[in-house]
């Protein structure tokens, strides 16, 4: 297992030949928050062409559009509190199936109505990606997102992009005001 600092770029198909199927987990905890609401941390993924932009709308996994059309990208469901140890939500990607126009997969966190709810990744704790193998679990990739955020809403966490015909991962932990509007309106998603 490789365990990424912020920035960080490794290869994943390359040094694990035969890799098609695997399973992208994203955890985290809340700190004290007395704020009267759950916290609700939605991952999501954004199929990104050479200009760094979704082709399409629906070109974006999330919460409520849980499976690409292409069958590469399926999102386990959302979860409403972020309760217990591991991964609290999940979405499987397959290599081989993903479309030859998208050049990287973003994979995101944000806070569910953060405004409303006054909360921000600063109340975040333990946030992390994982991947995994998904034919015999063996953790490939792990990038522990240690940085304190205080007043952003999303988190753009990593990217899974082709370098020819191999698949790389790039650990990002970079941060956004604005929740899932903000990094929709960043990667071209109409809102």
Not at 35 to 53: Q, R, V
Not at 137 to 166: M, N, P
Request: proline residues 2%; negative net charge.
């Amino acid at each position: 297992m490789i365990s990424l600092f912020k920035g960080q770029k490794v290869d994943l198909t390359k040094g694990n030949p035969g890799l098609s199927k695997i399973l992208v987990g994203l955890g985290w905890d809340v700190k004290k928050y007395d704020g009267g609401y759950d916290f609700d941390l939605d991952a999501s993924a954004f199929f990104l062409g050479a200009d760094g932009k979704v082709p399409s709308d629906s070109d974006f996994v999330f919460y409520n559009n849980l499976m690409h059309n292409s069958g590469s990208v399926q999102h386990m469901g959302d979860n409403l509190t972020g309760e217990g140890d591991g991964d609290d939500e999940q979405i499987k990607v397959d290599l081989t199936k993903v479309p030859a126009y998208v050049s990287k997969i973003a994979f995101t966190v944000t806070i569910h109505e953060a405004d409303v709810r006054r909360q921000n990744f600063g109340q975040v704790s333990n946030a992390f990606i994982r991947i995994v193998d998904e034919s015999n679990g063996k953790e490939l990739i792990r990038y522990d997102l240690g940085e304190e955020f205080s007043v952003e809403t999303a988190v753009i966490v990593g990217e899974l992009y082709r370098q020819g015909q191999e698949w790389k991962f790039n650990a990002v932990g970079s941060g956004f005001k604005g929740g899932l509007r903000a990094l929709c309106r960043n990667f071209g998603v109409n809102v």
